[in-house]
């Protein structure tokens, strides 16, 4: 008798157990966000900050690139996928089956190894170094020696904005690739003669030289008007409308708390913040406020 009543309350328990095991699964949702290594430092801090307040919530930040984030989310192999370029530059991509969030503002800075003796190049003698025209520092006043360029893999989105505005159609020098923000830092780091580029959040310690670009300084300052013109757009995309724990999660780094909080406090800025804005085509134009 008491041996087959314990039989069925144990049965019960393992029924109850696994009832509110399934309740728990259901209600946490995964949001997985690839691509942007540019991006990662806010999308990883600001998605930490909403697991505080989000309970089940539990979202995965990886970078990869750019074009990684776009084709991750085309296949909708993830729920995001970031960008620092538009999905409709990119071959291969369907923009029009992707939903384009703008959550933030990036600037891109040249960064070279304190060695050379160069604190501000023209846009022109900046562009004949990475078209391998310039090969040695002495050409734009630095020290004697030859330079090294560090490129960002294809794919990235900040080689894009990059090539963009600064070769403008012209052939990359072959040289060294490497695909983070935070690796090319550490090799220019501790590479003497080298020279490479990298988000404004990734530039913020003192061990490398940012250099201006005629005599305007990197700051996020200088980009709201355009007189720093190396950003881009961070964009979250998704493939057409998202989950409800997606739409959460935008909802949230498109606030007033991110946006006017979390974004600066990371070296990003807000759209918000733009006077003027940039088209896939990168014309720039005003905007009326």
Known sequence: ????????????????????????????????????????????????DYRLSHSGSNIVVQGGGSGTGLSQIQAGAV?????????????????????DYLVAVVGVVPIVNKSVGVKN???????????????????????KGAIIVINRSKGSGTRATFEDLVLRGKQAVKSQEQDSNGTVKKIVNSTPGTISYISFPYATDNNIQKLSIDHVYPTNKNIPDNKWKLWSYEHMYTKGKPNKATASFLKYILSKKVQTGLIPK????SVNQMHVKRDSHNKVTKLGK
Not at 11 to 37: E, H, Q, R
């Open 79 to 99: 729920q995001i996928g970031s960008s620092d370029v538009f999905a409709d530059t990119q071959k291969g991509i369907n923009a029009h089956l992707l939903k």
């Open 266 to 269: 990371t070296g990003y800025l």
């Open 121 to 143: 190049l023209s846009i022109k003698q900046l562009q004949e170094i990475f078209t391998g025209k310039i090969t040695n520092w002495q050409q734009v006043g630095g020290k």
């Open 1 to 48: 008798m008491h041996k087959h009543l314990l039989e069925k309350l144990t049965i019960l328990f393992l029924f109850i157990v696994t009832f509110l095991t399934g309740c728990a699964n259901n209600n946490s949702s995964k949001i997985t966000i690839v691509g942007s290594s540019a991006l990662q430092p806010l999308a990883e801090q600001a998605g930490n």
